[in-house]
Nanobody, 123 residues
Framework: QVQLVESGGGLVQAGGSLRLSCVAS????????MGWFRQAPGKEREFVAS????????LYADSVKGRFTCSTNNAKNTVHLQMNNLKPEDTAVYYC????????????????WGQGTQVTVSS
């Protein structure tokens, strides 16, 4: 079992930055691959980024490529999502997720999810 807890969300103006964190507990962090997803009001949940704790470059959705950066602190069992140049359309609840499979954009492979953190970008 893996428990995931996100933090770092908030309200920011367009063009601003936020850094989300996701702390994993319950099992060795390096045994899982991580993903970030988001869900805006009235919309389906969508893929944002994914990565492995060790090795391989992160994968990003086209909508965030060049603005968002996914990284890990393996010593602290934490994955971060640095979000720069935020836009109003980035407003959503952001979730981190864990999978034992190769991390892709397919949310169905992720068996563990956090509770989500709200990100609101004002124009």
């Amino acid at each position: 079992q893996v428990q995931l807890v996100e933090s770092g969300g908030g309200l920011v103006q367009a063009g601003g930055s936020l850094r989300l964190s996701c702390v994993a507990s319950g099992r060795a962090f390096f045994g899982y691959n991580m993903g970030w997803f988001r869900q805006a009001p009235g919309k389906e949940r969508e893929f944002v980024a994914s990565m492995r704790p060790i090795g391989a470059s992160p994968l990003y959705a086209d909508s965030v490529k060049g603005r968002f950066t996914c990284s890990t602190n393996n010593a602290k069992n934490t994955v971060h999502l640095q979000m720069n140049n935020l836009k109003p359309e980035d407003t959503a609840v952001y979730y981190c997720a864990a999978t034992s499979q190769w991390p892709t954009s397919d949310e169905t492979i992720y068996g563990y999810w956090g509770q989500g953190t709200q990100v609101t970008v004002s124009s």
